[in-house]
């Protein structure tokens, strides 16, 4: 398994600003994920953060939006950039370990005012 | 494209009822994953089980169990004896080797409520 962690937990942001989420992972890992979980709602993938290499991003999600960084095998952050109050919402990081089963992390909740 | 459906929104239940919550899966890969969840109130998703596609066997772990069918293309989980710590979301996901292995298909989710 994998214990992950991530900072910070909760926030309260501007409208207009930018936060940077930070993911830490226990373990060295090659695969790592972000996900959004808009309230009351499924979670959807943002990106797989990749080591060495550009973020991989889904269908609807920008990297001037969501600039991702994975400077190391344990490592990842993820900005959310120019918050509006749709993107209020938890931000969790996974990541795949070698049994090919995810663990994620708490969760990062964001309100935007 | 890959797809989850969990019909069922919300459950409720009185403690020690059982709950079976139902999985339907699509996808054109031959090898996959699929996955249980479960995210409590506190928002953490804690992972329960993973299943790979050649392994049909049903499995146990205390008060849950699952059943997988890939005739029906379904993975059902029941919640034998409810308790009121069980009362959370819970998702059921695929990963499939064709659209980028690791990466999670969710479902829409089920809440689950007991009551005491």
């Known amino acids: ?113 | 494209a890959q797809k989850v459906t969990q019909a069922q929104t919300e459950i409720s239940v009185v403690e020690k009822e059982d709950v079976t919550l139902d999985c339907v899966y699509e996808t054109r890969d031959t090898t996959y994953y699929l996955f249980w969840y479960k995210q409590p109130p506190s928002g953490e998703l804690v992972f329960l089980i993973r299943r790979n596609s050649f392994d049909e066997q049903n499995e146990i772990s205390g008060r849950y169990s699952w059943n997988f069918q890939k005739s029906t293309s379904s993975f059902n989980f029941t919640i034998t004896a409810s308790q009121v710590v069980d009362s959370a979301v819970y998702f059921c996901a695929l990963s499939g080797v064709t659209d980028s292995w690791g990466k999670l298909q969710f479902g829409a989710g089920t809440q689950v409520v007991v009551t005491p």
């Open chain 1, 1 to 113: 398994s994998a214990v992950i962690s991530q900072k910070p937990s909760r926030d309260i942001c501007q409208r207009g600003t930018s936060l940077t989420i930070q993911c830490q992972v226990d373990s060295q890992v090659t695969m790592m994920f972000w996900y959004r979980q808009q309230p009351g709602q499924s979670l959807t993938l943002i990106a797989t953060a990749n080591q060495g290499s550009e973020a991989t991003y889904e269908s609807g999600f920008v990297i001037d939006k969501f600039p991702i960084s994975r400077p190391n095998l344990t490592f990842s952050t993820l900005t959310v950039s120019n918050m509006s109050p749709e993107d209020s919402s938890i931000y969790l990081c996974s990541c795949r370990v070698s049994t090919d089963t995810q663990y994620f992390g708490p969760g990062t909740r964001l309100t935007v005012l």
